[in-house]
């Protein structure tokens, strides 16, 4: 099986910074894009930035520029850096990634449980 585990959420003010990380453990082939997506009380679940396996990446208008997604592909891992936080970043956050089991199959999407940003005085 497959399992992403977030880390990295919290209470944190206006104007201030978190990372988030996101770890995938068990047993596959490969991960291919990775991603972030949000989702806040009463909204639909929400592309925040993705990142392919070659580096490329793509962020939602609202948070270019305070953003920033990143991967380590040894450690199987994406990160989410928010700088410039507001209160219309308070959300849960869940990661999600594309994963090859085995060689030749196809790709399925896995998310992780969600951890929670709070942003306020």
């Known amino acids: 099986q497959v399992q992403l585990v977030e880390s990295g959420g919290g209470l944190v003010q206006p104007g201030g910074s978190l990372r988030l990380s996101c770890a995938a453990s068990g047993t596959f082939f490969r991960i291919n894009d990775m991603g972030w997506y949000r989702q806040a009380p009463g909204k639909q679940r929400e592309l925040v930035a993705g990142i392919t396996s070659g580096g490329s990446t793509n962020y939602a208008d609202s948070v270019k520029g305070r953003f920033t997604i990143s991967r380590d592909n040894a450690k199987n891992t994406v990160y989410l850096q928010m700088d410039s936080l507001n209160a219309e970043d308070t959300a849960a956050y869940y990661c999600?990634?594309?994963?090859?089991?085995?060689?030749?199959?196809?790709?399925?999407?896995?998310w992780g449980q969600g951890t929670q940003v709070t942003v306020s005085s």
């Open positions: 999600n990634a594309q994963v090859q089991r085995t060689f030749g199959v196809s790709y399925r999407v896995y």
